[in-house]
């Protein structure tokens, strides 16, 4: 059988590519095209220098990919997409001044056992008594320094008809000199909250 020239050449190229073939697996042969060895990519909170260059610069920082860093010089962190949520995170929707259709559409998802009861105490006694007391009289330890603070509890609170969606939208988002508390406390642990605090009016009436 004749053999061509060509077909030599096609023949020594494929044995050179099985030369770098390694049967252990443990090396990788020869390589001749780098391009993809070394990324540009940043690892997970790996310095990025190009957010640096720029802040040099005194420009608006931002990294190679244009995308404004998140923390600053040297970070590689960037701003989330607009609409970006956690993972298992909940969206809080309602408008912080509407305390209607919360009230309205919100139900309390837990049953006032004894241990909602004694976890809903628990962190009643962390985040909310030392304002509106600890029987929610609004007479908590900052009381005079803090002054008119709302009862949550007995004859002079105006909240014993509240909805149990209203008191969890006021936990949830502040309203006026209240703080939100929702970056403290777990939803679920708020509805405990709110149970202690049917509690606390049933005990004080
Ligand atoms: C730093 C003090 C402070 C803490 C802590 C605090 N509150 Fe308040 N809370 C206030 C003040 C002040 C108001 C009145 C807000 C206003 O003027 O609108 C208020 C209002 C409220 C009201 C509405 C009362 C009304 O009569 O309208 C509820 C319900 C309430 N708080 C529940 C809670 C719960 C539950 C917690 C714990 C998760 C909590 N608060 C923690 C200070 C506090």
Redesign the pocket.
């Known amino acids: 059988m004749k053999v061509k020239k060509v077909n030599y050449i096609i023949l020594s190229i494929l044995l050179i590519n099985f030369i770098h073939c390694n049967y252990a697996g443990n090396k990788s042969g020869l390589h001749w095209f780098l391009d993809m060895h070394d990324s540009l990519a940043i690892e997970y909170q790996e310095e990025d220098p190009t957010t640096m260059l720029l802040s040099y610069k005194n420009e608006k920082m931002k990294g190679a990919d244009n995308i404004e860093s998140l923390t600053g010089p040297g970070s590689s962190l960037r701003v989330p997409p607009e609409g970006t949520v956690p993972r298992n995170y909940t969206p809080y929707l309602y408008d912080p001044n509407d305390f209607n259709t919360p009230a309205k559409e919100l139900v309390n998802p837990l049953k006032p056992t004894k241990q909602v009861l004694e976890r809903g105490q628990k962190q009643?006694n962390i985040?909310?008594a030392?304002?509106?007391g600890y029987q929610g009289h609004g007479d908590g330890p900052?009381s005079p320094r803090?002054p008119?603070?709302?009862a949550?509890a007995g004859k002079n609170?105006?909240?014993l008809n509240?909805e149990d969606g209203r008191?969890f939208h006021?936990?949830t988002v502040g309203?006026?000199?209240?703080?939100p508390?929702a970056a403290q406390?777990l939803p679920e642990d708020r509805w405990a909250?709110i149970h202690y605090?049917r509690l606390l009016q049933k005990n004080s009436q």
């Not at 309203?175 to 703080?179: E, G, H, N, P, Q």
């Open positions: 009643y985040y909310c030392v304002c509106h900052v803090f008119n603070i709302p949550l609170s105006n909240v509240w008191f006021i936990i309203r006026a000199r209240m703080k508390y406390i909250i605090i």
